[in-house]
């Protein structure tokens, strides 16, 4: 069974980095895209950060800048390193990945991780 494992997230202050990572369980797994999307209290889920299987990467305005994507081959997963972070940024964040499993294209998600920001 497929599943996308998170790790990272937490409290930092405004101004500080922390460093996300998503990599997917499961053999026989080829990956088209992995991102990451956010949600903060009473929003929507919006797009972060992704990358393709080519190494194209689209992020966010409001991020721009800020936040990198990568890809992490050994594990077959993404990395997502938060940078000058602010208090807006405070959201649940989730990986998601556009993956063909056994010639089938499906959408997974992770189960989300906090990333909170004081002022």
């Known amino acids: 069974q497929v599943q996308l494992m998170e790790s990272g997230g937490g409290l930092v202050q405004a101004g500080g980095s922390l460093r996300l990572s998503c990599a997917v369980s499961?053999?026989?797994?080829?990956?088209?895209?992995m991102g990451w999307y956010r949600q903060g209290p009473g929003k929507q889920r919006d797009l972060v950060a992704s990358?393709?299987?080519?190494?194209?990467?689209n992020y966010a305005d409001s991020v721009k800048g800020r936040f990198t994507i990568s890809r992490d081959n050994a594990k077959n997963g993404v990395h997502l390193q938060m940078n000058n972070l602010k208090p807006e940024d405070t959201a649940v964040y989730y990986c998601q990945a556009v993956l063909y499993v056994s010639g089938s294209r499906n959408n997974y998600w992770g189960q989300g991780t906090q990333v909170t920001v004081s002022s």
């Open positions: 499961g053999s026989a797994v080829s990956i088209v895209v």
């Open positions: 990358i393709s299987s080519g190494g194209f990467t």
